[in-house]
């Protein structure tokens, strides 16, 4: 069944209104037609509905709810991706990819040896742009809401983010000594019934020494994956996908 996301202000006692490019895709893409049924998701209480499309204007969809549906679609883990801004289209995948697996959030994080640097009008853009692929993602995924994509960080400022987290965890190839298991039997052992984590991800060229001296000392955990050396497309998808699965998260 088709799945679309709304807001609180698109809800009236039991009529949904769905607004924007949702319109055009129910009407022209799918085609839909009146008592046709769709799944609706409150992205401010993630309470799903089901609901039957009752009228079509060219700016809006009303539809009447028919039945709520329990939440089951998220987890208890709030996972975020602090990812070094990578070449060509690969933060697509890595948003993509990661929101098929349950992560919340995405930071892009300009870092020393990132060859791709954005900045302004291009910022604002490409923010754009990779917020619309976490939603596409979301509404293909069955997810109850949204990843949500925020502004370009400098890796200070990330260090800063260590407090409200449960754990930082930043894999390079040079650590030694705690790998990514450590660090997962860690935050397992904690038994905790909601848990906030956050990645660390160097760009194609990895981190600078300076870059991993500031996290180290802010309190993240220097992880190695193993002996061998993952794209960095690659390891919020492992990475994801194991404390998932570790951690109850599915998968």
């Known amino acids: 069944m088709p799945k679309f996301f709304v807001k609180n202000d698109q809800l009236e006692n039991d009529k949904i209104t769905i607004l924007g ?8 893409v799918l085609r839909m037609k009146a008592n046709d049924v769709i799944q609706v998701c409150n992205t401010d209480t993630q309470i799903n509905y089901n609901v039957q499309l009752k009228s079509f204007e060219k700016d809006k969809v009303i539809g009447i709810i028919t039945e709520t549906i329990a939440s089951e679609a998220e987890s208890n883990i709030n996972l975020k991706i602090f990812q070094g801004i990578p070449k060509s289209d690969k933060m697509e995948l890595i948003i993509q990819k990661s929101t098929e697996l349950g992560v919340k959030e995405f930071i892009p994080v300009d870092m020393e040896r990132c060859v791709s640097k954005i900045s302004g009008k291009d910022e ?5 742009r990779w917020q619309k692929i976490a939603e596409v993602a979301a509404k293909q995924s069955g997810r109850d809401m949204i990843p949500n994509v925020g502004n370009v960080m400098t890796v200070k400022q990330v260090c800063s983010t260590v407090c409200e987290l449960d754990m930082l965890i930043v894999p390079y190839e040079r650590a030694e000594g705690y790998s990514f298991k450590d660090a997962v039997e860690e935050l397992k052992a904690e038994n905790k019934e909601n848990v906030s984590i ?6 194609e060229g990895g981190f600078e020494s300076s870059e991993i001296e500031l996290l180290k000392e802010s309190g993240a955990k220097i992880v190695t994956l193993g002996k061998r050396i993952l794209r960095t497309e690659t390891v919020a998808l492992a990475m994801s996908s194991v404390i998932m699965y570790e951690l109850g998260g599915s998968i």
């Open 198 to 203: 956050g990645i660390v991800i160097g760009p």
């Open 21 to 28: 490019e949702d319109v055009k895709h129910i009407s022209n």
């Open 124 to 128: 604002a853009k490409k923010i754009d």
